[in-house]
Nanobody
Framework: QVQLVESGGGLVQPGGSLNLSCAAS????????MGWFRQAPGKEREFVSA????????YYADSVKGRFSASRDNAKNTVYLQMNSLKPEDTAVYYC??????????????????WGQGTQVTVSS
């Protein structure tokens, strides 16, 4: 069993930045493909980013490409999502997720086996 805990969310003005963290326990992070998803009120959960087990490959939704950057530190069992140039439409609860599959990238929610509880990101002036 893998436990995931997100942190780093908050309120930020348009154009600002946030860095989300996701701490994993229960299994070595290097065994897992990691993903970030988000869910805005009244909308379905959507894919944001995925990062391969070694961290050598990343994949992003078109809506965040060039603004968000995923990274991981397997020694610390932590993955990160650096979010720059934030827009009001980025407002959502952000979730990290872990997949036991070796396939990459994984963009569907059903491809992930473990989920965190989420952290709220609000972009507003």
């Amino acid at each position: 069993q893998v436990q995931l805990v997100e942190s780093g969310g908050g309120l930020v003005q348009p154009g600002g930045s946030l860095n989300l963290s996701c701490a994993a326990s229960g299994r070595a992070l290097g065994d897992l493909v990691m993903g970030w998803f988000r869910q805005a009120p009244g909308k379905e959960r959507e894919f944001v980013s995925a990062i391969a087990r070694s961290g050598s490959s990343t994949y992003y939704a078109d809506s965040v490409k060039g603004r968000f950057s995923a990274s991981r530190d397997n020694a610390k069992n932590t993955v990160y999502l650096q979010m720059n140039s934030l827009k009001p439409e980025d407002t959502a609860v952000y979730y990290c997720a872990a997949s036991r599959s070796q396939l990459f990238p994984r963009v569907r929610t059903t491809s992930y086996d473990y989920w965190g509880q989420g952290t709220q990101v609000t972009v507003s002036s």
